[in-house]
């Protein structure tokens, strides 16, 4: 049989629920790596793919894609770190579904392999302050 490296990461999917201010931009800075005690080591992101769907939960229906290709995400300079830049027009748009649950994953591809690193439910708070 085959033995599993010893230094082997847990990628499970990450349950992180995410709430969103309706009309807001909204940053979610994530960064992957190792950590032994206290030092972070991070991985090398620069060639990672990342591609997220906000569906509702009932019904599975798509409201939303966001990958770098059309502008709805960003990877900081630094290819150790990924911010999620969600762009204000999605969270304003995302308030038309407000009132049923909305769910989201995050797929990033690298060397050729699709992973579902992180995913969970969606909050979209009203806007009180416009313009």
């Known amino acids: 049989g085959w033995v599993m ?3 082997t990461v847990d990628l499970s999917e990450a349950v992180v629920p995410l709430i969103f201010k309706q009309g807001d931009d909204v940053q ?3 960064r992957w790596g190792t950590k032994t005690g206290d030092v972070f080591t991070p991985y090398d992101i ?3 793919l990342p591609k997220m769907q906000i569906r509702r939960q009932k019904t599975g229906v798509l409201v939303d894609e966001l990958t770098i ?3 709805k995400f960003f990877l900081q300079d630094s290819d150790t770190a990924m911010v999620l830049w969600i762009k204000k027009a999605v969270t304003e748009s995302l308030v ?3 009132c049923e649950k909305l769910d989201y994953d995050l797929q990033i591809t690298a060397n050729g392999l699709d992973r579902t690193y992180i995913g969970g439910e969606i909050t979209v708070k009203k806007q009180t302050t416009t313009g």
Do not use: E, H
Request: cysteine-free; charged content about 5%.
């Open 5 to 7: 490296a010893s230094n």
């Open 28 to 30: 979610v800075p994530i």
């Open 46 to 48: 620069g060639d990672w």
């Open 69 to 71: 290709a059309n502008g």
């Open 96 to 98: 038309l579904a407000g």
